[in-house]
């Protein structure tokens, strides 16, 4: 090698150096003791060794060697990992109001800017979310109107299976249109029909988003914001989208505007309307139509995408296993019987149904890591000091997969909530709408709507698979923001 060469590679060695010990340097100075974890790398943090596609069995390999609360850098900026039920209750829970805050990330602050529900702050956070809460409420939710809404919203999916004739078939659309058209009763007053090809494109862009966002763009999309807004790929239409899902509901709420009527309120948006008339006085309101659209976004999104994923990755589950789909189908039978719609007051005489709709929802860890957390101040936590604004991601999956609560948990298996005598067992370590006061706001109407939906598909069709049961393959296609089931068609059969 050339003098010069040598020379130029040694002082770039040392440099490094000198970043890297300035990183670590700046990350104790003054902070208090901080988590362990893998030393980061400058610029790229602990990129290299995580494993994009599957982030939550990368970051459980690395709790084993570091503990329950360790730190990793996504490129150049801190993260503090929880996993562990022990110690995920003892941060959501026990210490609520530390870890209340929303963390944020570059690709989410481009689209909801700090703005509506999901990911705001503060006072902004409370009332936004309070009203959202009594709103879905009065518009039914947890009561005996929205079930009569999913029963409803049930014969049109039933209609669109038996449509299909037990030819081979793609349910993701079908069943995100169910679900969609439950928040969308709610949010706007309305119902979209199957075959909406306006509707449908919106549903695609749920789909194509959270698919990116839990791809390895996504995460490069936040980890060098900068650098992936000058480069092409997936991750340049995830902003794309939601521009044109917010002209969708900018739309509607201009049309709400128009034809308000405050003594007969229709929907979500006409009461965000009258509340923003209230307060049009009050310069500090949090009623205002940025976060009128956003939150009306987030409850579309959120009340959707979710929701539908698990129905369909439920779907597949149960085509590898037979025996499992023919228990229900005899519990339904015994129950409800053949002539009747299933309400929610089965669900209590339906302990193995109930059971396999939790194991479906603990066997896909549907958002393996949660919401990201952050704290608003330095906070003591265990034997550490979190620095102020460090993103917290409480692994839910932890918490889903524990070997002591759920005995094989990398196996479907429906016994994790019965008892022996065959009787639904609880378990706190159910969290797949996390825990504490971020915890879902849907999380009563998800609940009634993979209930009420599952049970009407299995009284009505038998799930026929295209392929050996045996060589069904449920592991997750990929597992980010949200765990995604590899891509599949189905045959129904009238029973």
């Known amino acids: ?39 980061p790398l400058p610029l790229v943090g602990n990129i290299l060794q995580l494993k994009t596609n599957f982030l939550s069995k990368t970051l459980e390999q690395l709790s084993e060697k570091y503990g329950p609360v360790f730190m990793v850098h996504f490129g150049r900026s ?71 809404r999913i029963q409803e919203e049930s014969q049109y999916l039933l209609e669109k299976f038996q449509d299909t004739k037990g030819k081979p078939f793609d349910p993701t659309f079908l069943l995100s249109c169910a679900t969609s058209n439950i928040i969308c009763s709610i949010v706007f007053g309305a119902h979209f029909d199957y075959d909406d090809e306006r509707f ?56 709400h505007k128009e034809t308000l009527d405050p003594s007969a309120t229709r929907d979500f948006i006409d009461c965000f309307l009258i509340r923003m008339e209230q307060e049009k006085k009050n310069g500090a309101s949090e009623f205002t139509p940025e976060n009128l659209v956003t939150s009306v976004l987030d409850l579309f999104v959120a009340g959707t995408e979710t929701t539908s994923t698990t129905l369909r990755y439920g779907l597949l589950i149960l085509q590898k296993y037979p025996e ?65 604004g460090t993103i917290i991601f409480p692994v839910l999956t932890s918490v889903l997969y524990d070997s002591k609560e759920f005995p094989n948990p990398t196996e479907f298996d429906p016994q994790h909530f019965l008892k022996k005598d065959g009787t639904f067992r609880k378990s706190d370590y159910f969290m797949p709408f996390s825990a504490g006061k971020r915890i879902c706001a849907g999380e009563g109407l998800a609940r009634m709507e993979l209930f009420l939906f599952l049970t009407t598909i299995l009284q009505h069709f038998k799930l026929k698979p295209l392929q050996d049961p045996k060589d069904i393959d449920i592991s997750p296609l990929l597992s980010g923001a949200i765990t995604f089931p590899r891509p599949y068609q189905l045959c129904v059969l009238p029973r």
């Open 78 to 148: 801190p993260a503090v990992v929880l996993h562990g039920y022990d110690v995920i209750k003892e941060a959501l829970i026990d210490h609520a109001d530390e870890f209340a805050l929303r963390g944020h990330l570059p690709l989410d602050d481009k689209i909801s800017k700090g703005e509506g529900i999901i990911s705001s702050n503060g006072e902004r956070w409370k009332v936004l979310r309070r009203f959202a809460l009594t709103t879905l409420r009065n518009f039914g939710m947890g009561k005996k109107s929205i079930e009569e």
């Open 200 to 255: 449908l494109a919106l549903l695609d862009m749920f789909n194509d988003n959270f698919k990116t966002a839990s791809s390895p763009w996504g995460l490069m999309a936040n980890l060098f914001p900068s650098f992936m807004d000058l480069i092409p790929g997936p991750h340049q239409r995830i902003i794309k989208n939601f521009e044109t899902l917010k002209e969708f509901v900018s739309k509607a709420v201009k049309e």
């Open 324 to 388: 499992v789909e023919e228990k229900v189908h005899e519990e339904i039978d015994r129950v409800v019987g053949r002539a009747r719609a299933p309400c929610i007051a089965d669900r209590g005489q339906m302990p193995y149904t109930d059971a396999i709709i939790h194991e479906i929802q603990r066997f896909i860890s549907l958002v393996p890591l949660s919401a990201p957390h952050s704290v608003v101040k330095d906070t003591p936590f265990r034997q550490y000091v979190i620095p102020k």
């Open 1 to 39: 090698m050339e003098p010069l060469g040598t020379v130029t590679l040694f002082l770039g060695v040392c440099l490094s150096c000198l970043l890297l010990l300035a990183a670590v340097r700046s990350r104790t100075q003054g902070k208090g003791r901080l988590p362990p974890g893998p030393t």
